[in-house]
């Protein structure tokens, strides 16, 4: 059974400051999505990441894949005020985009 | 992209009764997926609803508590009957469109009371 793991769960940072999500899965998958969701909204695709190694980058956040160690990382530089929000990552549980979750990784930003 | 629009966007409904949660699509797609929120939670797989076939459920949801429709490649309705407190959550739907990208509508945000 697929499970994804999330962390940290919460994240409280100062704007201008870098930081890491990361997201473990338990078995081989061929993609893997990352999300953003703001309070009482739905949620926003961020990347889709379709191979090891690949790495997707849009403004201050980048994502990457390690399928060899079932990992994902999302990267936030420089923080800013904007990008507080909850993000999740999923995984493709088969080949027909059915996603198992992370727990979602809920970040403040302060100014 | 796709553009999805869903609803009702929330609902408050007696124990008891159904809400039936409509989503159309700016676009023919093949697969549709339900999915709930409950509060503070991540994402959870209701179902898969392609037209012209039987939705595939996930363990734990029945076609008894949550009949879906799929009568046409751009809409699909999810019913979530005899509902009670434990409902109370958000139902997404959700297509894939370009670049193997998943949307999502709106949600709709059901409390039971």
């Known amino acids: 059974e697929l499970k994804v793991e999330q962390n940290p769960l919460f994240l409280s940072m100062q704007e201008g400051k870098n930081y890491t999500i990361y997201c473990n899965y338990s078995?081989?998958?061929?993609?893997l999505y990352w999300y953003r969701q703001d309070p009482g909204k739905s949620l926003e695709s961020l990347f889709v990441?379709?191979?090891n190694g690949a790495v997707k980058q849009e403004g201050r956040l980048m994502a990457s894949l390690d399928t060899k160690a079932r990992l994902s990382t999302l990267h936030i530089t420089a923080a800013v005020h904007d990008l507080s929000a909850t993000y999740f990552c999923a995984v493709e549980a088969d080949s027909n985009y059915q996603l198992i979750w992370g727990a979602g990784t809920k970040l403040i930003i302060k100014p | 992209s796709a553009v999805i629009s869903q609803k009702p966007s929330r609902d408050i409904c007696q124990r008891g009764t159904s809400l039936t949660i409509q989503c159309q699509v700016d676009?023919?797609?093949?697969?549709m997926f339900w999915y709930r929120q409950q509060p503070g939670q991540s994402l959870t797989l209701i179902a898969t609803a392609n037209q012209g076939s039987e939705a595939t459920y996930e363990s734990g949801f029945v076609i008894d508590k949550f009949p879906i429709s799929r009568p046409n490649l751009t809409f699909s309705t999810l019913t979530v009957s005899n509902l009670s407190p434990e409902d109370s959550s958000i139902y997404l739907c959700s297509v894939v469109g370009d670049a193997k990208k998943l949307f999502f509508g709106s949600g709709t945000q059901l409390s039971v009371l």
């Open positions: 078995t081989t998958s061929d993609r």
């Open positions: 990441l379709l191979s």
């Open positions: 676009s023919q797609v093949t697969m």
